[in-house]
């Protein structure tokens, strides 16, 4: 059984510029949430994907949108980046048959310039 | 109504020593409550969680205690060793919802 895993590690962009966070979620795996973890601060709840549909989203601008395709892996796209916007995004995974755990990727560390 | 307040913001403990670290909520919607350890550079590793109905969960050295009339739980770390230094996060959600609220986080240190 393979865990929760993220691309890139790190990225570093530049403010104004778009990009692109990819997400596989752990094998069994129906449903993915993304989480933005500002330095020295708990994750914040972006949004979440079920069966390729939007299923909740947190305080977070329309500017962040996401993706999940057939095999339950997931996008999280950011435009127009903002310095606020760097940080460690995390992906998480759970199987809506299981209980309520969620299993957390190693996470993207993402630098806007 | 929907944060989690958590306290101390850092710990430091002797090796052999109890770790605690104490949580707090208001949404009485909330019914599932992990517990989260992070090291330097990683994700978030689930430790160990609580459901409302039981007020004490143990798990090897790790136990939580849940006071459901405070809304407050806790994490017990027992014979706390270097190697447990790390971040800590509680957390709490709506059962099916798998939308979790983290508490701001505990750096624990644990001497040698």
């Known amino acids: 059984e393979t865990g929760v895993t993220q691309s890139p590690t790190h990225l570093i962009k530049t403010r104004g510029q778009q990009v692109t966070l990819r997400c596989s979620s752990q094998?069994?795996?129906?449903?993915v949430s993304w989480y933005q973890q500002a330095l020295g601060q708990g994750p914040q709840f972006i949004f979440q994907y079920y069966r390729e549909e939007e299923n909740g989203r947190g305080n977070f601008p329309p500017r962040f949108s996401g993706l999940q395709f057939p095999n339950y892996s997931s996008e999280l796209n950011v435009n127009a980046l903002e310095l606020d916007d760097s940080a460690l995004y995390l992906c998480?995974?759970?199987?809506?048959?299981?209980?309520?755990?969620?299993?957390f990727g190693p996470g993207t560390r993402l630098t806007v310039t | 109504q929907q944060q989690v307040k958590q306290s101390p913001q850092s710990l430091i403990v002797q090796k052999g020593g109890i770790s605690i670290i104490n949580c707090a909520y208001e949404?009485?919607?909330?019914?599932?409550f992990p517990w989260y350890q992070q090291f330097p550079g990683k994700g978030p590793a689930l430790l160990i969680a609580i459901r409302p109905d039981v007020s004490e969960k143990k798990e090897g050295r790790f136990t939580i205690s849940f006071n459901k009339s405070a809304k407050q739980f806790s994490l017990h770390i027992m014979d706390s060793q270097p190697g447990d230094s790390a971040t800590y996060f509680c957390?709490?959600?709506?059962?099916?919802?798998?939308?979790?609220?983290f508490g701001t986080g505990t750096r624990l240190k644990v001497l040698a």
């Open positions: 949404n009485t919607a909330f019914d599932y």
């Open positions: 094998s069994g795996h129906n449903t």
């Open positions: 998480a995974s759970s199987a809506r048959s299981g209980g309520d755990e969620q299993y």
């Open positions: 957390a709490a959600t709506t059962s099916g919802t798998y939308k979790y609220i």
